[in-house]
């Protein structure tokens, strides 16, 4: 098993920055693929940012250029830096890993805000 805590969110104005961090515990040593996800009442939830152990990363397009996934293999964190907010970024962001057997784990979820 493997536990995220996410932490960070809150509210920003457009144009501003945030960073979000998601600790991982339990099963660590199995995580291959962590990231970010957000999710919109009533839409599906979508990729924002991955990250290998190796650290090779994908962005969603929407975020490119504004967003950067880091990840601290040493103390089983990745962030995700946000720059130039814009109100549509505004969602909860979930925090993701991938075991080595392919299992999704989950954390609860942190809400961004931001005002125009």
């Known amino acids: 098993q493997v536990q995220l805590v996410e932490s960070g969110g809150g509210l920003v104005q457009a144009g501003g920055s945030l960073r979000l961090s998601c600790a991982a515990s339990?099963?660590?040593?199995?995580?291959?693929?962590m990231g970010w996800y957000r999710q919109t009442p009533g839409k599906q939830r979508e990729l924002v940012a991955v990250?290998?152990?190796?650290?090779?990363?994908n962005y969603a397009d929407s975020v490119k250029g504004r967003f950067t996934i880091s990840r601290d293999n040493a103390n089983n964190t990745v962030y995700l830096q946000m720059n130039s907010l814009k109100p549509e970024d505004a969602t909860v962001y979930y925090c993701n890993a991938v075991n080595s057997g392919g299992m999704n784990y989950w954390g609860k979820g942190t809400l961004v805000t931001v005002s125009s």
């Open positions: 339990g099963s660590i040593f199995s995580i291959n693929v």
């Open positions: 990250i290998t152990g190796g650290g090779s990363t």
